[in-house]
């Protein structure tokens, strides 16, 4: 009856999402734009059909377009990071990865994903307060607290890195990762001058190592 109905219209683009006929779906949500009809529901669908054709720049215009309707929502920013990283984009994505971690509070991989990326641009500081905040996202989780760890030595503070990596051999994991922090700690103990303490868990290592050529 209203042929500019948005509702009507925001539902047809769906429709034709789901009936494999992207093209309608753009020529809908773009009608809705012209009119003003626009908001994060419309930009975030506009640029997801963006990146599925291919179209990174119009994709990015989008999501940036549907953060600014609705700052709380994660997936822009989900997806922002992602292009930022495809595009190796370094100082892009981590400026989408840390607003992301503001919002994901309990989203264990995207703050170890900033850990990382602030370790590889050597803000340290910033890396061990990201650190701090994600062991409460992840207690269990070997990878965060291996993180934190590689934070904290790089800032010089070996006695917490070394409490970190002896809690990541308390979390599980595969006998390779096991492996992997016993060989850190081996390195760390070495660097703190405590060689008997680093034989033990050098010799970890290696039993975690022959465990995995066992099971193999």
């Known amino acids: 009856a209203d042929p500019r109905n948005a509702q009507a219209r ?3 683009a769906r429709l034709a999402v789901e009936g494999e006929k992207p ?3 753009e020529e809908l949500l773009r009608a809705m ?3 003003g009809q626009t908001g994060y529901a419309v930009e975030l669908a506009l640029a997801m059909l963006a990146r599925a054709r291919g179209d990174t720049a119009s994709a990015r215009a989008a999501l ?3 953060h600014q309707s609705d700052p709380t929502q994660s997936e822009p920013l989900e997806a922002l990071a992602e292009i930022a990283a495809e595009q190796k984009a370094v100082d892009e994505e981590l400026a989408h990865l840390e607003k992301l971690a503001r919002l994901s509070e309990h989203a264990a991989d995207v703050h170890r994903r ?3 990326r602030l370790l590889d641009a050597k803000r340290v500081d910033d890396a061990v307060r990201a650190g701090e905040a994600a062991i409460w ?3 269990n989780g070997w990878e965060t607290h291996a ?8 800032k010089g503070d070996a006695r917490r890195a070394r409490f970190e990596l002896e809690s990541a051999l ?3 994991s595969r006998p390779e990762d096991r492996a992997a922090i016993h060989e850190r700690l081996r390195e760390l103990l070495t660097r703190m001058k405590l060689p008997a303490e680093a034989r033990k868990h050098e010799a970890r290592a290696k039993a975690d190592v022959g465990r995995l050529v066992l099971t193999h």
Do not use: N, S, T
Request: hydrophobic share 60%; aromatic share 6%; with cysteine.
């Open 114 to 116: 900033l850990i990382r």
């Open 23 to 25: 093209q309608r779906a």
């Open 137 to 139: 996202v992840d207690v």
């Open 10 to 12: 925001f539902l047809g």
């Open 170 to 172: 308390l979390c599980p």
């Open 33 to 35: 734009v012209e009119d």
């Open 64 to 66: 940036g377009l549907a």
């Open 147 to 154: 993180l934190f760890a590689e934070a904290l030595a790089a």
